[in-house]
C-alpha cells in the first residue's frame, strides 16, 4: 500500500492530476521558501542602500511568510531550513563569482570553473567588468517627479546608456 501510494505520487508529479494531491508535492526542499528567500535577497542586493525601512519590511514579510508556511504545516521543518540554506548559498556564491574578476576566468586554480554552469556563468557575466553595477532605471521614458513629505519634490530623470 505504501509502495503503490508513492508511485502515483511520482507518476503525478506530486500533482493534484491524478488525484494524489499530497500537499505542495515539494519534499526536502521549500519551494515557497526559496521564493521568499530569493525575493528578499534581490530586494536587499539591488535596491538603494538608502531604503533601508523598505528592507527591513521585506524581510519581516519573508520571514512572516516562512513562520506562516511551518504553522500551517504545508512543509516539515527540515524542508524549509534546506531551502533556506541553499538558497543563500547559491545567491551569495553566484554574487561572489560575479564580482570577481578571477573567479570569471577559467583556470587551473579556479576549482569553480570545473562546475557545469561555469559556460553559462560566463556567457551571462561577460560584459560585466569588476563588480556588478548598481544602476536604477524608470521603465518609462520621461521625467517623474515625487513629493517627499517635508521637502523639495524629488526629480528622477531616465538613465540613458550610449555603450
Known amino acids: 500500500a505504501q509502495m503503490r501510494r508513492i508511485m502515483k505520487m511520482i507518476a503525478g508529479g506530486g500533482l493534484s492530476i491524478t488525484g494524489s494531491h499530497t500537499l505542495c508535492g515539494d519534499y526536502l526542499y521549500s519551494g515557497h521558501t526559496c521564493m521568499l528567500t530569493l525575493t528578499y535577497m534581490f530586494i536587499k542586493e539591488y535596491s538603494p542602500r538608502r531604503f533601508k525601512l523598505y528592507h527591513w519590511l521585506c ?3 519573508s520571514v512572516t511568510g516562512i513562520f506562516c508556511i511551518l504553522l500551517a504545516h504545508d ?3 527540515v524542508d524549509v531550513v534546506v531551502a533556506y540554506y541553499v538558497t543563500s548559498r547559491l ?4 554574487h561572489t563569482m560575479a564580482n570577481q574578476q578571477v573567479l570569471k576566468e577559467a583556470s587551473q586554480t579556479n576549482l569553480l570553473s570545473q562546475v557545469w554552469w561555469y559556460k553559462p556563468f560566463q556567457y551571462f557575466e ?3 567588468q569588476g563588480t556588478i553595477p548598481r544602476s536604477y532605471h524608470w521603465p518609462l521614458s520621461g521625467q517623474f517627479s515625487f513629493k517627499r513629505p517635508f521637502g ?3 526629480e528622477y530623470t531616465r538613465l540613458v546608456n550610449d555603450t
Open 59 to 61: 524581510w519581516i514579510l
Open 126 to 128: 561577460k560584459n560585466v
Open 91 to 94: 545567491f551569495w556564491w553566484y
Open 75 to 77: 512543509h516539515y521543518t
Open 152 to 154: 523639495r519634490p524629488v
